[in-house]
């Protein structure tokens, strides 16, 4: 009986769905006594995580019920960032360190505190440290954990302009409102400012 009740335990274990007598006795040597066997399995499985239980006509392992909380887990919620946070991330990834009047000067409208906020809490920025500039402002800089979500070794590894270019995240085109004059015929390259943020 020993040998029948491991071989009961074996099946329910493995088994995608609850079990019948009859497929538990279909998996058995002939002769065999899968009844007696869940009677025996199901007081030695009593007060254990895992019970034996029936359900239907069938059988099969669960959780103790006490121990439900143990099986529930927590899904992370994918959010899109704002182009914002993605102009503000940006800017720190190629200008660090930063500070938020620099992030200002280059994006040209004030940033929001949860927009920081939302980007520290992703861990993709950090405070770097204090400018020895009236004031002391804080700076900002990446974090690993941006790196490694981004697959790069260190922040010198984040892609130029030309490779931007080619991936077709920047428009060749001049911004609107720039004078003709600058952009010059067939220029491709965009002026040293430009270069600037991303080399």
Do not use: C
């Not at 279909?26 to 995580?49: D, F, I, K, N, W």
């Not at 914002?84 to 190629?94: D, G, N, P, R, S």
């Not at 500039?133 to 697959?151: C, E, K, N, Q, W």
Request: net charge negative; hydrophobic share 40%.
């Amino acid at each position: 009986m020993a040998e029948q009740e491991r071989m009961v335990e074996a099946i329910l274990f493995a088994a995608a769905k609850p079990q019948t007598l009859t497929e538990i006795a279909a998996r058995m040597p002939h002769g065999s006594e899968p009844e007696e066997a869940l009677v025996h399995l199901t007081r030695r499985y009593e007060g254990r995580g895992v019970r034996v239980v029936k359900i239907g006509d069938a059988w099969a392992m669960r959780t103790a019920p006490d121990l439900g909380f143990l099986m529930s887990r927590e899904t992370e919620e994918t959010r899109k960032l704002s182009r914002a946070a993605i102009e503000t991330l940006a800017i720190v990834a190629y200008h660090q360190p930063v500070t938020r009047a620099e992030i200002e000067e280059i994006r040209g409208v004030s940033v929001s505190r949860g927009t920081i906020d939302l980007l520290m809490e992703l861990d993709w920025i950090r405070l770097g440290r204090r400018r020895m500039t009236p004031g002391r402002p804080v700076t900002f800089t990446v974090t690993p954990a941006f790196l490694d979500h981004f697959g790069l070794e260190n922040a010198k590894d984040l892609p130029g302009i030309k490779e931007l270019r080619a991936a077709g995240l920047l428009d060749s085109r001049p911004p609107p409102g720039m004078p003709k004059a600058v952009q010059g015929e067939g220029e491709e390259e965009p002026d040293g400012d430009q270069d600037d943020m991303f080399d």
